[in-house]
């Protein structure tokens, strides 16, 4: 395959969390409106194989790609800006290196040589790093190092960077480090000698910065760009401002004002043309003039990290700009949700979704408040374990199976009405052995969800290793609560609704990996327009009152 790609890195310094996938996504919407085919990879540090056995309080949400792969939630940002589907070849960690050279190496193709950080894992990192590149798919590749220069787990990925540029030549390959230009208010002025030290360091591996990013909270006057572009060697239209936004959808535009895209396409020796985000900004646009609010509960045990649910939130603004409403997502923690406080808890909320996740703790809340919702009639949305609690709720509190339960946390439960998944029973390790990516699903005929999706089947992402227990269905179904969406190859339970309640669905997969800014996910849109007509329900039961 022949490297036809053109390369940008982006580096990080000073301090983690300055938004580097943010930027790369916004260069790449920029790249991509000027009609380049762009994709965004990141590289991680750590050694972990994935992120799929990190804690969510650790590392944030694991997002799931359509080919199955466990990946850094940055990747979920690519999608939501660029509308385009990543895959595996999206996110390297170390841990995924070091696997191949180590697997390499017991079966003898280093012949027998020291294995070493050079040549070994850099070349392992620079062929990970030009896979997509090299499929002809591409115009321009972005590559994020996660982490700051400095750091002992970044030193591989800068060296291979140092490598990378000079094999690809002049032209070829660029440099962007995001930095940090503090203000400090006791002195009244902001401060380069972060920045220059962060590019020093960088410098140091063998690699020059060719366009700084700065985040700063006040503008940057021209004579600080000046400095900055003296002592960093670079020139001064180079030295771009990324002032903090109200939102992460303004970066583009100010990316734009900045002229990122066109000092980036200036160095790559390409075409520079005026962008068309005019569909942007018109979703910007609904985003900031919403005409409506609701206030929707997550239900969630990871809800003091709002990076654990960063995909939901995400979807939310997606249908809230599609219903011109602005959604006021409030968290609650399952772990406090109990029958008697639970009307306090909820009682004024428009909507519930009760969010994913793994293990027994806050369970018992969670089925509390569907039982709520259920029967006070909240517009519902139940999502992987959201959906299981709400099959739970209704087996124990409607057809009266009393210790009904999912096997994950009661093994011992005779009455099993979520159970281990067959394929999963013989399986001992955790990391990427779950039920992962893309898997059709038929929807039935005069259902809510069919309604909703416009289809008759649907492929979604999921992320699981438990499902509903068939041996139940017809249980259930008698009863009012319908399987609406199947696998046509299994006959697992996708989706599951109860047609007399005004919107109560849950579903087994995760529509939230699928929401972008372009195609807000249908299933978030329809939620939140029954929220809004449960807000205006209650709004015009209180005038009756009065």
Known sequence: MTNTAKYIFVTGGVTSSLGKGIIAASLAKLLQAQGYRVTIQKLDPYINVDPGTLNPYEHGECYVTEDGAETDLDLGHYERFLNRATSQANNVTTGRIYQSVIDKERRGEFLGKTVQVVPHITDEIKERIQILGKSGDYD?????????????????????????????????????????????????????????????????????????????????????????????????????????????????????DEGLDKVVLEKLNLKSDTPDIERWNQFVHRHKNPKSEVTIGLIGKYVELQDSYKSILEAFIHAGAENEVKVKVESVHSEYINKDNVHLKLGHLDG?????????????????????????????????????????????????IKDAASSEMNSDTKNAVIDLMEDQKTITDKGGTMRLGAWDCDLKLGSAIRDIYKSE???????????????????????????????????????????????????????????TVANPHPLFVAFVKAALLHSRGKRSATMAKK
Not at 467 to 483: I, T, V
Request: charge should be negative.
């Open 140 to 256: 321009i590749v972005i590559t994020e190092i996660g982490g700051t220069v400095g750091d002992i787990e970044s030193l591989p990925y800068i060296e291979a960077v140092r490598q990378l540029r000079w094999d690809l030549g002049e032209n070829n390959g660029i440099v962007i480090h995001l930095t940090l230009v503090p203000f400090l208010s006791a002195a009244g002025e902001l401060k380069t000698k972060p920045t220059q030290h962060s590019v020093k360091t960088l410098m140091e591996s063998g690699v020059q910065a060719d366009i700084l990013v700065c985040r700063t909270e006040h503008n940057l006057p021209k004579d600080l760009r000046r400095k900055l572009a003296l002592f960093c060697n670079v020139k001064e239209n180079a030295v771009i401002q990324s002032i903090d936004a109200s939102t992460i959808y303004d970066v583009p535009n100010l990316m734009l």
């Open 352 to 400: 519930v979704l009760v969010a994913p996740g793994f293990g027994e703790r806050g369970i018992d809340g969670k089925i509390d408040a569907v039982q709520y919702v259920r029967e006070n009639n909240v517009p519902f949305l139940g999502i992987c374990l959201g959906m299981q609690m709400a099959v739970i709720e209704f087996a124990r509190n409607v057809l009266g």
């Open 457 to 515: 089947s649907i492929s979604e992402r999921h992320r699981h290793r438990y499902e509903f227990n068939g041996d139940y269905k017809a249980q259930m179904e008698a009863a009012g609560m319908q399987a609406t969406g199947l696998n046509p190859d299994t006959g697992l339970v996708e989706i599951v609704e109860i047609p007399t309640h005004p919107w109560f669905i849950g579903v087994q997969y995760h529509p939230e990996y699928k929401s």
